[in-house]
């Protein structure tokens, strides 16, 4: 079944950038059923949505930090990437990448999640 | 935004209970309510879609119910597995919204 997978830097200095890429496998992510998401977890903390993206480049942002985010595809490479600018250090979290079913969207399957870490 | 609450943030059970988790949303979502299962340092698991319908490979005992603003997953016989922080989360509108999540843990 489709797998995903997050690679990136760990650590991030502030007011930097942060750049993670979600690589997909044994799938299509060439197929208007789906969207590609970004989810994040700061430690002890709940979830929180912060992109989706579809095939073709249609792109959704949660306004909480809609200046700061980019999300993008590459089909050719069956990824997509998320940046985030600026960090500070209440971006530390655990960034999870999935893929979204179109109609009742909900989010299968996940990945790992990477923790990203801000600091100097 | 859509605001989700969970409750209880926490609860303990014996293997075999039936343990029923509720989770309410601050605006009418009809069926666009879905439950993940979260174990630590894994990736989060779909449990349920549209209110009540079964992910392919979850077992039974997990079922969920509910329409409009309230919610409920229920665990029909607690399995030492079972064992991990569950959250709920709305498909209805963007931004999609979680809730804070609640501890299940087996005595």
């Known amino acids: 079944q489709v797998q995903l997978q997050e690679s990136g830097p760990r650590l991030v200095k502030p007011w930097e950038t942060l750049s993670l890429t979600c690589t997909v496998s044994?799938?299509?992510?060439?197929?208007?059923?789906?969207?590609w998401g970004w989810i994040r977890q700061p430690p002890g903390q709940g979830l929180e949505w912060l992109a989706d993206i579809s095939f073709s480049g249609t792109t959704y942002y949660n306004p909480s930090l809609k200046s700061r985010l980019t999300i993008s595809i590459d089909t050719s490479k069956s990824q997509f990437s998320l940046t985030l600018t600026s960090v500070i250090a209440t971006d530390t979290a655990v960034y999870y990448c999935a893929r979204r079913i179109a109609n009742w969207n909900y989010f299968d399957p996940w990945g790992q999640g990477t923790l990203v870490t801000v600091s100097s | 935004d859509i605001q989700m609450t969970q409750s209880p943030s926490s609860l303990s059970g014996s293997e075999g209970d039936r343990v029923t988790i509720t989770c309410r949303s601050s605006q009418h979502i009809t069926r666009y309510l879905n439950w993940y299962q979260h174990k630590l340092g894994k990736a989060p698991k779909l449990l349920i879609y549209s209110a009540s319908t079964l992910q392919s490979g979850v077992p039974p005992r997990f079922s969920g119910s509910g329409y409009g603003t309230d919610f409920t997953l229920t665990i029909s016989s607690l399995q030492p597995e079972d064992s991990a922080i569950y959250y709920c989360?709305?498909?209805?509108?963007?931004?999609?919204?979680f809730g804070q999540g609640t501890k299940v843990e087996i005595k």
């Open positions: 044994n799938g299509s992510i060439s197929s208007s059923s789906y969207f």
């Open positions: 989360q709305q498909s209805y509108n963007f931004p999609w919204t």
